[in-house]
């Protein structure tokens, strides 16, 4: 029997390779659910291939557009009051949640969908950035499995299968360093998004891709894997690795070490992640090892990468402090995107963010919601953006 899936965020990069996925895969997995904000033209064209997808749009005007449109698609939106997302996860009870939204929206169906027993598969790392111990616990109590999509925690966990996490002496996160990696530092201040958008080996969001150029994003990894494998900060090292072919190392404490290797292609770790725990033969993305690249490994630049510092920081304070960092990149990358803010004020105002909001205990999802809130009127009051 096919496995049933909705998934959020399906016009997104990430979301895009789920659907080729599914395609290449038809007899394994069917769309019953499909979620976007606004981009109403290629949600519709996903709606004609999954006839019997229900689907969300976001924003009112694009769901509006959408159906005006295609008055066809009406008696399978999902519209009228209360959270849309968390609305299609109800109406269509789907075995699997794919969340591949991006930002801390991601977080509360994530929620949703843990503590009514579904299992997720997350590649909407802002979630368990913001949210970790409640979503942790979510799980925990409800024995629903959060199932990594990012290609560095499907990498660890297939290296920890048939491990135990007390064997691990380190676990090594591999960064490709960015479009900005070689750029001369004195440079890095003013450069432009389309130079910071030219991902040298992944091609993805323009979100995710500033945060690989910061190295933000692996910033928010360790905090993922911290959440996700129980590994302590002291546990998980980021190097930088150009070629993005060993997807993580793990170090055990006989000392032996294993890797996870592929192309960097997510259509690997979404089948992973969609098929788990079993297997699925395919097709996609096959690697011929003799004609890998020289495999490289080195240390982060530390004063390169400001960014990666402050998420360290935001780590070790624990607390509400991982929402603050989150918070107040999502709007700082999103004013550098909109070209209101300069590429080298993002770690300035992460860092003034980390110092002046108010750092708390994080219990619920309440509290992480606040957090969130308190933060961007503090960012828009003090910096404008
Ligand atoms: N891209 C990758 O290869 C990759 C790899 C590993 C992990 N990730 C993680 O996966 C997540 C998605 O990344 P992505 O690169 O696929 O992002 P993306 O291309 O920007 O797509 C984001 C998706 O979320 C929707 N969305 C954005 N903002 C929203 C909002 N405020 N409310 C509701 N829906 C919203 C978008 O809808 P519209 O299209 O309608 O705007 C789109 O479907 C991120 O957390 C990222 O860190 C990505």
Known sequence: ??????????????????????????????????AARANSDLLADQCAVHTNARFVV?????????????PDLAARSISGGGEPFVRLIEETSPDLLVNCLVGFVGLRPTLTALEAGLPVALANKEAVVTGGDVVMRASR???????????????????????????????????????????????????????????????????ITVDSATLLNKGLEVIEAHWLFDLPFDKIEVVIHPQS??????????????SQMGNPDMRLPILYALSY?????TDMAKSTVLEFPELTLAPVDRQRYPCFELAMRAARMGGNAPAILNSSNELAVGAFLA??????????????????????PVESFDDVLETDRTTRAFITEKFGI
């Open 245 to 258: 072919i060993m997807h993580c190392l793990v170090e055990f404490k006989d000392n032996s070490i294993l």
């Open 58 to 70: 976001q924003d009112e005007w694009a769901q509006r557009e959408l159906l005006d449109g295609h």
């Open 141 to 207: 109590r409800s024995r629903a499995a959060v199932i990594p999509i990012d290609s560095e925690h499907v990498a660890i966990s297939q290296c920890l299968r048939g491990s135990s996490v007390d064997d691990v002496k380190r676990v090594f996160l591999t960064a490709s360093g960015g479009a900005l990696r070689d750029r001369p530092l004195e440079e890095l201040a003013e450069v432009r998004v389309e130079d910071v958008l030219a991902h040298p080996t992944w091609v993805m969001g323009d979100k």
């Open 1 to 34: 029997m096919s496995k049933r899936i909705v998934i959020l965020g399906s016009t997104g990069s990430v979301g895009r390779n789920v659907l080729d996925v599914v395609a290449h895969h038809p007899d394994e997995f069917e769309v019953v659910g499909l």
């Open 339 to 360: 070209q209101k803010l300069p590429f080298g004020d993002i770690p300035h105002v992460i860092e003034i963010a980390l110092e002046k909001v108010a750092h708390a």
């Open 277 to 281: 725990p079993k297997r699925i033969e």
